[in-house]
C-alpha cells in the first residue's frame, strides 16, 4: 500500500503559515488568543485567512487535524445509516433510532449552520494494543479508555476554540462531541480528514485508525476541505480479525455480534455465543482498528490526559473480580469505564476470568456467587462452569442453584455443563 500524498485541502493543524494582524506587534512571543482577536485587523479577515487562522489556534489547543465541509455533504452516508437502523444493527441503543432526520443532515439537528468544522486528536498508543490477548489471566481494556475521559478534555478544547472564533468573526456556534445527532465519521470525511474503511471506523494516512473527533457547527460561510477517498483497496485485515463476526458485508457493522457494544452498551448478560470469542476484552475491543495496515504511519498520541495509566494497560482479573462499588469508582476516576458501574464491569471480567484457562481464578468467581446483582452472579456461574472439572461443578450446582430465586441465574445454572 503506498502512502500517497495528503489531499490538497485538508491540513494537519499548525501547519499553516502565520496570519499577520494589521498590529503585529501584538502577537509577538505568544499564541493568538481571543483578545489578541479583538484589535483591529482580524474582524477583516477573508475567509481563508480566518480558516488559516482557526488551523493554528487547532493546533495550539491540542487539536491534530482539521477540516471544513458543508451541512449537505452526507446524504448517502444518511441513508446507510438508516438502512442499519431499519435492519436492527444498532441493537439497544436506541437513542440512535430516535429522531433520525437530526443525525442524517447538520441542519436537522440545527437549521442555521452554514458550515462544520471537524477536528481530531491523536491517541496512537505506545504499545501494540493486540499484545494484551495472549496475557489471558490479564484484562484487555480498549486504547481509547486507558487514559482520562476524551469527552471531557476535547469538549473543553472545541468551547475554546469556538470562543475565539466568535471573537475573530462574529457568528453563532454550537460544539459536539460523540455526545449528540453528529455522524462524525461521514463529515470526517467530507472534511477531509480521513475516509470510513471497512470496519465503518474512521481510518486517517497520517494517524491510522486512532482519531477522537469533535465538531463545530457554525454560521460562518468557510472555505471547504476536498473530502477524503477510500484507500481500503482490497484489504479485509480489519473483517478477518474480527473475533465474533460482526461485520456482514464490508462498510456494514452488526453492532449486536460487536465486543465493544458487547462490552459496554450491552446492559444484560452476554449472549452465551459470544462468551469465549471475547476472550480477555473486558471494556471494548481494539482488533479491527488496530489490524489495519494504515496504523504503520500512524504517531503515538501527544496528549499526556490520553496516554494509557500503567494500571490500566493490562490489570490482573484476580484483583479486578475483587472491587466493590468504592473500589471500582476510585480505579476508574475520570475513565470512561466507569460509566458501565461495578455490575457490568464485573460481568465482563468474570467472562474473561472464565475463558483464562487458570483453575486457580475459579475462586475469584466462586466468591461472586453471593454477589448482590444477578448479572454478577449468572457470570460467575458461567466463569465456573468453564474452569472447574465436571464433577466439581456438577456437586457445587446441586448445592447452589437450589438457593438460587433470581430467573436469570437459574437459567445460568441450567444451561451450565
Known amino acids: 500500500m503506498e502512502r500517497g500524498r495528503r489531499s490538497k485541502g485538508v491540513v494537519r493543524a499548525g501547519e499553516i503559515p502565520p496570519v499577520v494582524p494589521s498590529a503585529p506587534e501584538r502577537m509577538a512571543g505568544r499564541r493568538a488568543g481571543v483578545a489578541d482577536l479583538r484589535g483591529p485587523g482580524f474582524l477583516s479577515l477573508d475567509p481563508t485567512e480566518l480558516k488559516a487562522a482557526l488551523a493554528r489556534e487547532a493546533h495550539a489547543l491540542g487539536f491534530d487535524c482539521i477540516g471544513v465541509t458543508a451541512p449537505g455533504t452526507i446524504e448517502s452516508a444518511g ?167 460482526a461485520f456482514p458485508a464490508p462498510y456494514k457493522l452488526d453492532a449486536r455480534r460487536c465486543i465493544s457494544y458487547l462490552t459496554i452498551e450491552n446492559k444484560g448478560p452476554i449472549p452465551r455465543e459470544f462468551r469465549k470469542s471475547i476472550g480477555n476484552r473486558i471494556y471494548g475491543c481494539d482488533d479491527c482498528l488496530a489490524a489495519c495496515p494504515w496504523n504503520k504511519f500512524a504517531q503515538e498520541g501527544r496528549e499526556a490526559k490520553l496516554a494509557a495509566r500503567d494500571e490500566l494497560r493490562a490489570p490482573s482479573l484476580a484483583e479486578l473480580a475483587r472491587l466493590d462499588d468504592a473500589a471500582f469508582r476510585a480505579l476508574f476516576t475520570k475513565s470512561p469505564v466507569k460509566r458501565i458501574g461495578r455490575d457490568r464491569f464485573l460481568r465482563n471480567v468474570l467472562i474473561a476470568i472464565g475463558n483464562s484457562g487458570d483453575a486457580a481464578l475459579a475462586d475469584e468467581a466462586r466468591r461472586l456467587l453471593d454477589d448482590a446483582s444477578p448479572l454478577v452472579r449468572g457470570a460467575a456461574v458461567w466463569a465456573l462452569g468453564q474452569l472447574l472439572a465436571r464433577e466439581e461443578f456438577q456437586t457445587m450446582k446441586s448445592a447452589a442453584a437450589s438457593n438460587e430465586h433470581d430467573d436469570s441465574v437459574r437459567e445460568e445454572w441450567r444451561a451450565a455443563s
Open 79 to 245: 441513508k446507510h445509516f438508516l438502512d442499519f437502523i431499519a435492519s436492527g444493527g444498532h441493537g439497544d441503543m436506541d437513542w440512535l433510532a430516535n429522531q433520525p432526520e437530526r443525525r442524517v443532515d447538520p441542519r436537522g439537528l440545527w437549521a442555521d449552520v452554514r458550515s462544520v468544522i471537524m477536528l481530531g486528536v491523536n491517541y496512537g498508543p505506545d504499545t501494540d494494543p493486540l499484545a494484551v490477548l495472549k496475557q489471558r489471566t490479564r484484562a484487555a481494556i480498549s486504547v481509547y479508555a486507558q487514559g482520562d475521559d476524551y469527552h471531557d478534555l476535547i469538549k473543553k478544547r472545541l468551547k475554546a476554540l469556538a470562543r475565539w472564533l466568535v471573537a475573530a468573526a462574529p457568528s453563532e456556534v454550537k460544539v459536539f462531541v460523540d455526545t449528540a445527532a453528529v455522524m462524525e465519521k461521514p463529515l470526517a470525511q467530507t472534511a477531509g480528514l480521513g475516509w470510513q474503511g471497512k470496519h465503518t471506523n474512521l481510518v486517517s494516512r497520517e494517524f491510522g485508525s486512532w482519531l477522537f473527533l469533535g465538531a463545530i457547527y457554525t454560521t460562518l460561510d468557510l472555505p471547504r476541505d476536498e473530502p477524503e477517498i477510500d484507500h481500503c483497496g482490497s484489504c479485509r485485515a480489519c473483517l478477518d480479525i474480527c473475533p465474533t463476526a
